[in-house]
């Protein structure tokens, strides 16, 4: 969870924590020492307010772990100088977590938190730094944040910075919208000031020669792992044993006793195991020592498979689940004449959960290929593997990429490991090379982007392979394959409109489509019957449509609404038995097909309206009590209510905010007495 979005967990219901009620009005006083900022899920304080470090893991919405907030870190040297720089950032910090955003409803999580305290720390040394200058003396931070010369110079220092310009600009935007009363003083607007000005790049799309080397090679790579997938996760297991995989000199050293009681060597394990050939090139190893890192080889040809093709951000994958996998039946199976199966059922998806524009982890699901299915599988049995170790029984518990560092620490605590810096190390990623072919493409892909200006883009380089890049080139492609609608990849990717997905199609008209192939007489290209762009047409209405029955019809909750009346009345028949749920489930799915019929989530129930809807756009969630396409839940109206009624006892009676507020409530209230009530009274 986002420490902004629910800022009132980090408001201790111990009694000791003093400040609670002061702590988010508008008192410049900061809270006592003992004030509890983060608890765990056993309810263990892990960052209070006089602490030098300040953890907020248990926060968090990424699967790694975030570093804590350490105070100590920001000088070399105590003194009364540098203390009184550590208290101002802690304060300035303390309203950002409480008051930044609208209210108490903020939207800061840990990580962008703990990048503020990074830009903090730069400016609270380089304010002590200015102790050399006879005719400036040591800045408090409010001298920084008030005083346009000095920041002008701190900005001028910094903002060559990767991320500075953009990172300190709305830093500053923040602590203008907590304002004076609450900080203590008016920061610099961020439009006084020249920060300078870099444009941001869009991710290129990978080139032709390049994605089908990745596609080949992870290919390779996948069969490889796959030969040895029942072999791997007793091997692994076996490592629980201290002496086991030790060089025979090693175990008769350290006590294992005598020949009888000597375990297999490493070789002779991967032997016994049938693993030689599975574990050699990328994931070679010769010793114990070497397996952690030989396994996270693994873990990261896996990981870039699902990035490859799912189109799954960074994080979407590395939040997967041990028992990620479920499996539905899109198209049933065909069979001839003589009973034989000539084209298998078809539709699988794998089940994360992405918090990109949701401030916690909503779970969604994400159509997923043959491919990715058999690297799961692969990743599973790894993981098994490693739960022997952490003395786990059921693995179901676990991330899916289990940290491997176990084998090297016993201490290693249960979670992801850091792919990202083995999947810079492999060799494969390395080999490559940058064509100028290569540099054609790129240049069509983006025309206004200057590749031969960028070293990473150089002829002969090995290509700066990145998640995100096959994201991107998974749109880009599959738009110009012509075979996968705008509204499709929108569903696979989790945008919020179609023009972002449009966004990361760009320019796909340009370059011919690596999908399929070319068929001369039809002049056009032509995808295979088993081809993944086709499991997107066919499963993403299939998504669509059982989201849509699963929340309403499986769901014991009274529906209101223009589509949520109607769905009501077809739930009563489904239950009376005039109407069969597989009826239901047909129609729905029909409607969803042709375009007549959507779903998405919203924050009084649901909404079926197909095409853009400047009202959910914008926020004015309550036009959806008029909407006929809205589905309304009378415990999200109640919940609503509460909120609100919350909410605006924080406002003052003649401020706009009040007033707007309370019209929305009206509604609210009013829809509750008139609608809601008024069919229970008549059941």
């Known amino acids: 969870m986002s420490a902004g979005y629910v800022s009132g967990l980090f408001i201790s219901s111990d009694k000791s924590d003093s400040v609670a009620p002061d702590a988010l009005g508008n008192s410049t006083v900061a809270p006592s020492a003992d004030f509890v900022l983060c608890r765990d899920k056993n309810g263990k304080p892990t960052a209070t307010y006089g602490d030098d470090a300040w953890d907020f893991n248990p926060y968090r919405l990424s699967a790694k772990k975030i570093m804590a907030l350490n105070f100590n870190s920001i000088f070399a040297e105590g003194g009364p100088e540098q203390e009184a720089l550590i208290a101002e950032v802690k304060y300035i910090l303390f309203c950002l977590i409480y008051s930044a955003g609208s209210g108490r409803v903020g939207r800061l999580s840990p990580s962008t938190l703990l990048q503020y305290f990074v830009e903090f720390r730069i400016a609270a040394r380089f304010c002590f730094d200015q102790k050399n200058k006879p005719l400036v003396g040591v800045l408090s931070m409010r001298q920084l944040l008030i005083t346009p010369v000095y920041f002008a110079v701190f900005v001028s220092q910094n903002n060559k910075r990767t991320n500075f310009n953009r990172t300190f600009r709305g830093l500053l935007n923040h602590l203008l919208t907590i304002g004076e009363q609450r900080l203590g003083y008016k920061v610099i607007s961020s439009n006084d000031l020249e920060f300078g000005r870099t444009k941001s790049m869009q991710h290129p799309v990978i080139p032709t ?3 089908l080397g990745i596609i080949n090679q992870l290919g390779n790579f996948l069969d490889q792992l796959y030969l040895g997938l029942d072999g791997i996760e007793n091997f692994i297991a076996c490592f629980a044993d201290f002496f086991y995989g030790r060089s025979k000199n090693q175990q008769r050293t350290r006590g294992a006793g005598g020949e009888k009681h000597r375990r297999p060597t490493f070789e002779q394990a991967l032997k016994s195991h049938g693993l030689s050939k599975i574990m050699s090139d990328e994931f070679a190893c010769s010793d114990r020592r070497q397996l952690s890192r030989s396994l996270m080889a693994m873990q990261c040809v896996v990981k870039t498979i699902i990035h490859l093709y799912t189109g ?20 049933s199976e065909t069979v001839d004449d003589h009973g034989s199966v000539r084209d298998s059922a078809r539709m699988i998806s794998i089940i994360s ?10 779970e969604e699901s994400w159509l997923a290929t043959e491919e990715v299915i058999k690297a799961i599988k692969v990743a599973q049995a790894i993981c098994r593997g490693l739960c022997v170790l952490y003395r786990i029984d059921n693995p179901e518990k676990c991330p899916l990429f289990l940290n491997s560092a176990i084998l090297l620490h016993e201490d290693t605590e249960v979670g992801v490991g850091r792919l990202d810096k083995r999947a810079r190390e492999m060799n494969w990623s390395r080999g490559i090379l940058i064509q100028s072919a290569d540099l054609r493409e790129l240049t069509l892909s983006d025309p206004e982007r ?3 200006s960028d070293n990473r883009y150089a002829l002969g380089k090995p290509w700066p392979i ?5 994201r991107r080139s998974l749109a880009f492609y599959a738009s110009s ?8 990849l929108k569903s696979q990717y989790k945008h919020m409109t179609i023009q972002m997905t449009r966004y990361y199609a760009n320019n796909f008209e340009n370059l011919k489509t690596i999908f399929g192939y070319f068929d001369v007489k039809k002049n056009e290209f032509v995808l295979p019957a088993s081809h993944v762009a086709l499991e997107f047409q066919v499963g993403m209405p299939m998504a669509v449509a059982n989201q849509l029955l699963a929340d309403l019809l499986g769901k014991e909750t009274s529906l209101f609404g223009g589509t949520g009346s109607y769905m009501e009345k077809q739930k009563a028949r489904v239950e009376s038995g005039e109407l069969c749920v597989e009826d239901v489930r047909a129609e729905t ?7 007549e019929l959507y779903y998405r989530s919203t924050l009084l129930g649901g909404c079926t ?9 914008l926020g004015d969630f309550v036009e959806c009590l008029s909407c006929e396409g809205a589905i309304i839940k009378s415990e999200k109206i109640a919940d609503a209510i509460v909120t609100m009624n919350s909410e605006i006892a924080s406002y003052e009676k003649n401020s706009v905010e009040y007033q707007i507020t309370k019209i929305d409530l009206d509604k609210l209230v009013s829809f509750q007495a008139r609608v809601i009530e008024t069919r229970r009274v008549e059941r």
């Not at 990145?466 to 096959?470: A, E, K, P, R, W």
């Open 609 to 617: 309206k197909v095409g853009r809807c400047d009202s959910f756009l």
């Open 466 to 470: 990145s998640s995100h890049q096959l």
């Open 481 to 488: 394959s012509g075979f996968v609608s705008l509204p499709s």
């Open 353 to 362: 959960t992405t918090t990109k524009f949701e401030g916690y982890r909503k």
């Open 312 to 331: 799954m951000r960074d994080q979407e994958v590395l939040r997967l689940s041990y028992n990620c996998l479920s499996q539905e039946v899109a198209v």
């Open 450 to 452: 200057d590749y031969s």
């Open 209 to 211: 020669h390049i994605y």
């Open 589 to 595: 799915l029909s409607r969803v097909k042709n375009g």
